[in-house]
Structures are given as C-alpha cells and as structure tokens.
C-alpha cells in the first residue's frame, strides 16, 4: 500500500460573521468546513459532491492554498501543505493546479493562449525559447487544440476549446494534483461528454490524480474513483464510487442520488439503488442529521464520527 | 380531435446582414395541445430560447421573423398589435426565465410584484391584490408567506427566488407556462422540489407548458412530448418515452450517448461518451434530414 499523495486531516475553516448585535456583540463564527478528513491516492480520481455551500470549493481553495486553514493539516507526499511551514507558491505551483468552472471568466481576454501558457514556463526557469514553444505546443496537442491556435486570444474560441485551453494551462506545469472545480457544469451535452473523455484521457497519459468538485452525479459516477458526499462543513459518506452508488446509507447521500433527473430510471429502464427503503444505521449508532434540514453553521454539530460500514465505505453517525 | 393551444408553423427567423439574412430559426414546426408538457431540447444555440421568446412577442432587433405562423388559440400572436400583445403576455401565456435574480425587481418587494399580475390583468386594487399575492406564495409552498411577501429578491434564496417567479407566472392562471431552463442554476434537491411544483400546479390548472433545457433527465421527467432542436432545425420531435427508447436521427442519437447516465458504470464498465463530432465531422448534413413523428390519435 503506498501512502497517499494528499492527506487532508482534521481540516476546519471558519469565517467570521457579523451577527448583528451592536458593537460587534453579535459576532458568530461561520463554521464553512468542520473537521474534514480525507486523502487522495496517485492516479485516481476523488469526487466531492454536495449542494451549494456545503464547504466543497472552500476545501479546494485551502488544497490550493488560497485559502488559510483554521485549524487542521493538508499534506503532500508527506510533506506540510498548509500552514507555517507550507511550501512557497512556486513549489505549490508544480504540485497542485486548478480548472476553473466557468472558462469564460478563467482566461485572460487580452492574454493570447500563447502567452497564458508561456509565462508560468518563464516563470518556473523554463527560459530556452525553443524549449518553451515545444513544451507549448505538445500541451494543446494533448489537449486537442493545434499549435497555430494557440496565437489567438480567448474570445477566438468556443466554451468547450476554452476549457481545453484552462486544462492546458493547469496540466503546463506538471503538477501531480489537479483540482477540477465544475470541471464540465457550465458546457453544452456534447461538449461535456468530449471534456470527460479528455480528463480520463489526460489522467492515463499522465497518471494525475484528480480532486473533483461537483455536484451534477452522472458525472461523477463515471469519472470518479471514491467519491466523499459534503453535507455542511462535514462528510456524511465516502466510498469507493460503487458503494457510494449503489448501496447509499446516509440520509443526505441518498436523498441526492434520489433526485437525479435520469432519463433511464423515469423511463423505467433502470432502477435507482435509492428505491428501496431507507436502511437503518448498524447497531449501536443513529444519523446525526437527516439531511432534510440545514443545521445551523454557526453552532457546532452533535459529535459524530465517520463508521466504516464496509471495506473503506464510511458513513457519518453518532452514537446513541 | 381537440385543436391545438399553440400551432407554430414554419416559423423561421433570421438577422439581416446587408442584402442576405443570417438564419437563425430554420422552418420551425411543432404543436402544444392543451395541457400538454412539451419540451424543446439543445444546446446553446440552437434556437430553443429564441422560439420562446418569439411566442412570448419579445423577440429583440435585429431578429426578424422572415415566415411563418405563430397560433395561440387560434389567433396569430405575430399579427398582434404591442398593446394585445402585452394583454395576453402574463396573462394568458407567462414565463418563467433561468435566472430568477435578474427576472425580478430588485427594488421591489416580491409582494408586490407578484400582486402587480393581478392589478394589470384583473383590475384589482392594490389592497386586494396584495391578499392575493400571499396566497400565490402559499400556492408555490413558501413558508410564512404573510413574512415573505415583504421580502426583496435579495434576501431569498435561489430556490425560494425561483418559487416566486412560478407564483408570478401562474398568478393569472394562464393556458400557458414557459419556461426557461428553469432549474438550471439551482441545486440538484431544490431542482427536484421544483421541478415537482411545476408538475403539480399545473396538472392541478390544466395549464400547458413548454419546457426549454438542455437537461434530458429534466425533459424526461416533465414531458409527454419532445421536439429536438440543432441549429436553427427541428430534426426531430416524438413521444418522450419513444425518442429515449428509440431515436431515429442521427443527432439525436449522439445526444444521448454523450450523456452519462447513472448505473450504466456499474452494468457495462466505464465506455467512452459518445463524441457526436467525431461521428459526424460536418455538422451541417445534420439539419437535412428531420424524423417527426405523428401524433398518436387521442383515445377516445
């Protein structure tokens, strides 16, 4: 068993909240992620799922170091990857990068894709220009675009050719970690099934391994690897993507893959593994949330712990 | 047979550009019975939206309607005068857009928005409308109503924005709802809650809707009929259940392979997605050929 190249413990970021009350007497504490574990093994592809401010983007952003842990490590390759003694951006800059959403406000409109790609290779000792046009022009390819278009400017192409351009840009580097935010959600059917098939594509070729965020679940049972269900700050459930889905437990986790719109199951073709009852916790242990209600964030939740309930699928409870 | 509540015939709508036209809907055909959930599926650009806003009269220049008939009960909505159009507009046909932030005021309380429908239309006084812009709140389940109604759009969520925009479309009872990638920018369990509100209501008013999204799942949720649009075309249009089943154009086809559909991993193992670009490298032969079925006969 090798150890994993990510390891995220006992990760909690807080913001501070105006609670309203005079001369700052209503001040709260916004609990955005609390207490999140989880790791991520070289060449697979975790997916983190839950519904909007649940706490997936802010945990990318502290994996990215944009954003300062309140408490809690991130590790690469065993190394500190937050807080004091975190590596420079430069360092951090070859090992994780990041794919934005939407490519339509991730590029740079006076910047040529050229440019784009060319100035994290200048700024990382890649100076030869031979060196940095070849380097350049072997990324588009992989990436399905031509050399020669790489001269234009960002409103030159289509949202889909835009996303190649922002998955070019984060793979130029070399980095061993790619966080994929919504990595697809903003692009056409027929675009996004050519994205996910370039993602498992680049994956191979350059065994990456994927932090991937999203909330649209088709996609995600078929590019993940595991796959960690977000409920407000915490994990409910995580697994490997088979028992995530198609033996749900947690309330929250099954109420998502529930209301999947999916053409096969309201057509009647297939069965969503939700359609049975909702099963009871193991013996001694109750949900700590039913997933119907959004718990306030400013207070902190019942203790609660993740239970493995099968090999490596673990399941938010607490004890009774 | 009962006749149709919207007959859209050949419509085609174009841009002039000098002495040519750039087409932007291309000989566009389908029709809505009455309460019927029809949906028109695409991808961006494809003229799913601009046929909408056709119908709802607020098509913007440079757009111009070269042929063709848009028929609501009848009547040609392209031959009415702005001031007909904007009697029936929210009235008779109302709208629901994507985007619930920009769709409302800002200013303006969602009270009184909502109760606006009923003084324009129905000639209720402000005092009687707004009573009944809290009992549209309560119709679309928002809790406290009575609390909500004097709320901005800015202090509710998108799912609760969305919630009112429904209550504003249906507040007239009208023949017929579009809507808009309705969900497109909510969640997924608030996407399902209101998704299920559409249903329901209109079931409940008889009302007919024309549902636009490129979501499949959504359309097959919603819909009894489909029609998919690709540039500017209707290449083909069918029961729901049939055009999933059983596909006949060639883009259609691409379509749904494109789309990962739940459990197939686990059944079949990863496949590749089907990349409708590499099966058909020249997109334009896809408009040249159109399957529509025939409208099975009305059980008797």
């Known amino acids: 068993m090798t150890a994993p190249i990510l390891e995220i413990d006992d990760l909690h970021v807080h913001f501070p909240v105006t609670g309203g009350g005079l001369l700052g007497t209503g001040r709260k504490t916004l609990h955005a992620v609390n207490g999140l574990s989880l790791h991520l093994n070289k060449g697979e592809c975790l997916s983190l799922v839950g519904e909007s401010g649940c706490g997936k983007s802010t945990t990318a952003l502290a994996v990215m170091g944009l954003q300062e842990p309140t408490s809690g490590s991130i590790r690469f390759r065993g190394q500190p990857f937050s807080g004091p003694e975190a590596p420079g951006r430069m360092d951090r800059a070859r090992a994780a990068q990041i794919v934005f959403q939407d490519p339509y406000a991730s590029l740079n409109p006076r910047q040529t894709v050229w440019a784009s790609l060319a100035a994290p290779l200048r700024l990382h000792g890649v100076t030869a220009k031979s060196e940095v046009e070849d380097r350049i022009a072997t990324m588009l390819k992989s990436v399905g675009l031509s050399a020669e278009q790489g001269r234009r400017f960002p409103h030159e192409f289509s949202g889909g050719q835009r996303q190649r351009i922002g998955i070019a840009r984060a793979l130029i580097l070399g980095p061993e970690i790619v966080v994929l935010d919504e990595p697809v959600s903003a692009l056409d059917v027929s675009i996004r099934a050519q994205i996910i098939n370039l993602l498992l594509d680049l994956q191979d070729q350059f065994g990456l391994s994927y932090l991937m965020i999203s909330h649209d679940l088709s996609v995600v049972e078929h590019m993940s690897d595991r796959v960690a269900v977000m409920f407000f700050g915490e994990i409910v459930e995580t697994g490997p993507w088979q028992s995530i889905f198609t033996n749900p437990i947690h309330p929250y986790c099954r109420r998502l893959i529930a209301t999947i719109p999916d053409p096969d199951v309201i057509l009647g073709r297939s069965r969503k593994p939700t359609d049975g009852e909702q099963p009871d916790p193991p013996a001694g242990w109750r949900f700590a949330d039913t997933g119907l209600e959004s718990p306030d964030l400013t207070k902190k939740p019942d203790p609660s712990e993740l239970v493995e309930v099968e090999p490596d699928h673990f399941v938010r409870l607490a004890r009774i | ?300």
Request: overall charge positive; some cysteine; hydrophobic content about 40%.
């Open chain 2, 1 to 300: 047979m009962t006749a149709p509540l919207l007959d859209i015939r050949n419509l085609s709508l174009a841009v002039p550009q000098g002495r040519s036209s750039f087409p932007i809907l291309k000989d566009v055909s389908f029709q809505i019975m009455p309460g019927e959930a029809y949906g028109l599926v695409g991808e961006s650009g494809s003229g799913k939206s601009v046929t909408s806003l056709a119908t709802m009269g607020l098509l913007k220049k440079p757009l111009k309607v070269t042929e063709g008939q848009i028929l609501f009960q009848g009547r040609d909505l392209l031959k009415l005068s702005r001031r007909e159009m904007r009697k029936l507009r929210g009235d008779r046909i109302a709208m629901i857009f994507q985007e619930p932030m920009t769709a409302l005021n800002p200013l303006a309380t969602v009270g009184r928005q909502i109760a606006e429908m009923y003084v324009l239309h129905q000639g209720k006084s402000w005092a009687e409308a707004a009573k009944l812009a809290i009992d549209a709140l309560a119709s679309v389940r928002v809790p406290n109503p009575d609390r909500r109604a004097t709320n901005y759009p800015h202090q509710m969520s998108g799912g609760l924005r969305q919630r009112v925009m429904i209550a504003m479309a249906l507040a007239c009872n009208p023949d017929l709802l579009i809507a808009d990638e309705p969900t497109t920018a909510l969640d997924v369990t608030v996407q399902a809650e209101v998704l299920r509100l559409i249903r329901e209501l209109c079931a409940e008013r008889g009302t007919a809707v024309l549902l636009i999204s490129h979501d499949l799942g959504v359309i097959a949720e919603m819909c009894q009929r489909v029609g998919v649009m690709y540039s500017g075309c209707l290449v083909e249009e069918n029961e729901t259940r049939e055009l999933f089943l059983n596909p006949q154009h060639t883009y259609t086809k691409g379509l749904l392979g494109a789309l990962p559909r739940l459990g197939s991993r686990f059944q079949h193992g990863r496949s590749r997605l089907v990349d409708i670009d590499s099966i058909i490298p020249d997109r334009s032969i896809l408009t040249q050929t159109r399957f529509i079925a025939p409208r099975p006969e009305v059980a008797q």
